[in-house]
């Protein structure tokens, strides 16, 4: 019998297998989960609200259905958590807001219904910077979320607590949405993958809303709901059960023609590899161009790629990203909000929201979208994928939205985003998968992208990337100290 770290340590696709074969009860996997978020979460508060009950509730009904010969779906009592920007039905979704602190929208967002269908079981709603507009892991309402590499750096955001529940184990994997890279920047900083699917793939519903309230909207076209997770199976498996239409998303695209698993298969052998070290234009860490370099390096020597370095060519399109987030906020909600509650809000968010926007940066936000669009698919013509870093630095501090000095030069707080938001611009498909570690043991993402709709090679591509140098057994010292 597996004792309770070990269970913490398998992946879930392992876990599903063993919990249907009945080598494994969905009680005893939970109880572990459990009992592990117990011991870590007074020292990474990952978990905004947890949900125990609720929890082993649900894993001692499937331990019926499973003893009554029922099938107990592909995801057979896998651990999942639930970031706190995705509705729960039985969690309250607080979205790191003061203002929200006792909202439950009494409803589940489609992917936690699909989840929930397909065996998963919820532990519970992991920690968000407030509305999810930055990308980090401090708010007004709960406790910060700590890196469990480095307790005194952030795990990155805005899915920041999955990021930490995943890389110390309290779950093989867990809901984020990436609005502007908020799945892969924790992939990155934690040293776990994450996927953000093509524009469309994963349906999003019903979003972050209460309706006698004012103020909280979801990025309707900039937004995707994806896996973050320590292996790249398991991104795939979770894919295979949230993807796929639903009419409540009206922006969500017809069944693949592909199955996710099987896209974990195949080599890359002659692909056309489009390697960009900086944009041409953002400072990047030197020590993330190395291993970054590195990594790109491999798919040349090793996976037998084409590999050249090329830039797509876009003008720097970060001012035009945050217009586009601003056209799709409630900006007159947020502003009663920010004229009652500001002593109770982050501060960037209501200098954000009370600036000064007008119809001419709205629509010169959607030309220039348009234009890296445009670049984009002029770009991938010629290459069958893109590889970027995913951050142009590694973990920082906490309590801060971001370096402002990299590589010795002075950039705006969230230029370190510079290669995650174009793709929530263009909808394509990106992952982070981990590259490599710093001198002070500080993880570094690889950032892969696909052409557009094409997230079969974006998965084979990080399937490839992780045989040829696998992660899954690097662990934060953390959890040795604690004796997990």
Wanted: glycine fraction near 10%.
């Amino acid at each position: 019998m597996a004792n309770g770290n070990e269970i913490c340590r398998m992946d879930a696709v392992t876990l599903a297998s063993k919990v249907r074969s009945k080598e494994l009860s969905p009680v005893e996997v939970i109880e572990a989960s459990l009992e592990r978020m117990d011991k870590l979460e007074p020292v990474l508060h990952a978990f905004c609200t947890p949900g125990p009950d609720q929890a082993r509730a649900a894993a001692k009904q499937l331990e019926v259905d499973i003893m009554a010969g029922k099938d107990p779906g592909p995801l057979a009592g896998v651990p999942v958590s639930i970031k706190d920007l995705v509705c729960t039905k039985d969690l309250p979704t607080v979205s790191g807001s003061f203002i929200y602190k006792d909202f439950s929208g009494g409803v589940d967002d489609i992917v936690v219904e699909r989840l929930r269908a397909a065996g998963a079981i919820v532990t519970g709603k992991t920690n968000v910077p407030e509305f999810g507009y930055s990308g980090v892991g401090h708010n007004p309402v709960f406790e910060t979320t700590r890196n469990p590499w480095d307790l005194e750096r952030t795990p990155g955001g805005s899915s920041a607590g999955a990021g930490a529940a995943v890389a110390s184990g309290m779950g093989p994997f867990a809901i984020g949405s990436d609005g502007g890279g908020s799945v892969r920047i924790p992939a990155s900083f934690s040293g776990l993958v994450g996927i953000k699917a093509s524009m469309g793939r994963v349906p999003l519903w019903p979003g972050t809303k209460d309706e006698t309230l004012p103020g909280v909207s979801s990025w309707e076209s900039l937004e995707c709901i994806g896996p973050i997770s320590r292996t790249v199976a398991d991104s795939a498996l979770m894919l295979s059960v949230i993807s796929g239409p639903d009419m409540r998303d009206r922006r969500t695209l017809p069944e693949a023609n592909f199955d996710w698993m099987e896209c974990l298969k195949g080599d890359l052998k002659g692909l056309r590899v489009a390697y960009s070290a900086d944009w041409g234009y953002t400072p990047v860490d030197p020590e993330v161009r190395q291993i970054v370099g590195e990594a790109a390096n491999v798919f040349a020597s090793e996976l037998e790629c084409n590999v050249v370095e090329a830039n797509p060519g876009w003008d720097d399109p970060y001012e035009a990203f945050w217009g586009l987030v601003a056209a799709e906020s409630d900006l007159v909600g947020l502003r009663k909000l920010a004229d009652e509650h500001a002593h109770h809000m982050t501060p960037h968010l209501v200098d954000f929201i009370r600036a000064p926007w007008t119809a001419e940066a709205f629509t010169d936000a959607l030309m220039a979208r348009k234009a890296v669009a445009n670049k984009s698919a002029e770009f991938m013509a010629n290459y069958d994928l893109l590889l970027t870093p995913t951050l142009t630095v590694p973990a920082f501090g906490l309590h801060i939205q971001g370096i402002e000095k990299v590589d010795g030069q002075i950039v705006p707080p969230f230029q370190w985003l510079a290669f995650t938001f174009p793709f929530n611009m263009t909808g394509q498909p990106a992952a982070s998968i981990p590259a490599g570690f710093t001198k002070d043991g500080l993880p570094v993402g690889l950032q892969i992208i696909g052409r557009h709709l094409d997230d079969p090679a974006v998965i084979r591509a990080c399937a490839s990337f992780e045989k040829a140098r696998p992660w899954a057994n690097k662990w934060p010292a953390l959890l040795e100290e604690m004796g997990l």
